[in-house]
């Protein structure tokens, strides 16, 4: 089950136990929303990858290299970096910003709804 926290500046979301397909359209959505929210910035948590045995495996972590690969989340994002801590991988992507700033904070709700 995925996890979105919101802090009105930051958005985090956590991807364990996603099915790819799902992960990437919910990765979609929420930097959409993020940037329509004035967010600085969404954090995506994809957890260790298991590529180091099949490098060609399907994974959300490649499908996400892909998507920035593919230019489809450009105009929302200002560009991306990958951390690992602990073992733990995340993708970091600052956010185009709009003028408008604040307002509600997004919800896992809110961005399958849309």
Known sequence: MPKLNDTGQR???????????????????????????????VDVITGASTTRSDPQADT?????????????????????????DGGQCQLVLPITRLNQRGGKRITLRDVYRR
């Open 60 to 84: 959300i972590k490649t499908r996400l290299t892909t998507l920035l690969q593919s230019g489809q989340i450009d105009h929302w994002v200002a560009h991306h970096r990958w951390s690992v």
């Open 11 to 41: 958005v985090s979301l956590d991807l364990h136990g996603m099915r790819v397909d799902d992960a990437i359209r919910l990765v979609r959505r929420t930097v959409q929303m993020a940037h329509q929210s004035g967010r600085a910035q």
